[in-house]
């Protein structure tokens, strides 16, 4: 790549970085809610991964495989947790860093 090239692609960038830059108060709540749905789904994936490695019952079919395989079950469940809003830590975050309404 040579400097022109570059300065071309770094103008590209910083031009689609100002569209985005001009959100609505709605696209930015909108953004807000979906962090921190994804926020609230990785605490609860990361509470079940410490919960399977408490190990209580080791089973007999012990093996990478399955460790594989739980921590994708793992992560789609709490990704199905959040979006059912079981825990409200996402309902929190929002409260929390939305937008204050002045009355």
């Known amino acids: 790549m040579n400097v022109n090239s570059i300065n071309k692609f770094k103008e590209t960038i910083d031009s689609n970085f100002s569209q985005k830059k001009i959100n609505t108060k709605e696209s930015k709540n909108q953004t807000l809610e ?6 609230e789904s990785l605490f609860v994936y990361q509470m079940m991964k410490s919960s399977r490695k408490a190990k209580l019952a080791e089973g007999v079919l ?4 399955n460790d594989t395989y739980f921590s994708l079950l793992d992560q789609e469940y709490s990704k199905i947790i959040s979006k059912n809003q079981s825990f409200g ?3 929190a975050l929002v409260r929390q860093f939305g937008e204050k309404k002045v009355k």
């Open 89 to 91: 830590i996402a309902e």
């Open 62 to 65: 012990s093996n990478s495989a």
């Open 34 to 39: 979906d962090v921190a749905k994804d926020f």
